[in-house]
Nanobody, 125 residues
Framework: QVQLVESGGGLVQAGGSLRLSCAAS????????MGWFRQAPGKEREFVAHISWSGGSTYYADSVKGRFTISRDNARNTVYLQMNSLKPEDTAVYYC??????????????????WGQGTQVTVSS
């Protein structure tokens, strides 16, 4: 069992930066692959970024590639999402997710077993 708690969201102007954190409790965090997803009002939840259990592999949605960076600190049981050059279209609730068995379908939200409660990110123009 893994509990996930996101933090770091807020209001920022376009072009600004935020760093989201996702703190995990429970055993074997270091064996879980982690993902970030987001959901804007009236839209479906969408994939943002994924990191393997070791941190050796990362994947990004095309919309955030080059602007966002996912990382993890297994000693602190935490995964991060550094978001730079933010745009109004990045406004959404951001969720972290975890699963021990993610394969190639890392972009599909139904592949993740554990979810946090979400943190709001609002980018003003």
């Amino acid at each position: 069992q893994v509990q996930l708690v996101e933090s770091g969201g807020g209001l920022v102007q376009a072009g600004g930066s935020l760093r989201l954190s996702c703190a995990a409790s429970g055993r074997a965090f270091s064996s879980y692959a982690m993902g970030w997803f987001r959901q804007a009002p009236g839209k479906e939840r969408e994939f943002v970024a994924h990191i393997s259990w070791s941190g050796g592999s990362t994947y990004y949605a095309d919309s955030v590639k080059g602007r966002f960076t996912i990382s993890r600190d297994n000693a602190r049981n935490t995964v991060y999402l550094q978001m730079n050059s933010l745009k109004p279209e990045d406004t959404a609730v951001y969720y972290c997710a975890a699963d021990p068995y993610i394969g190639l379908s890392y972009w599909k939200d139904d592949q993740y077993k554990y979810w946090g409660q979400g943190t709001q990110v609002t980018v003003s123009s």
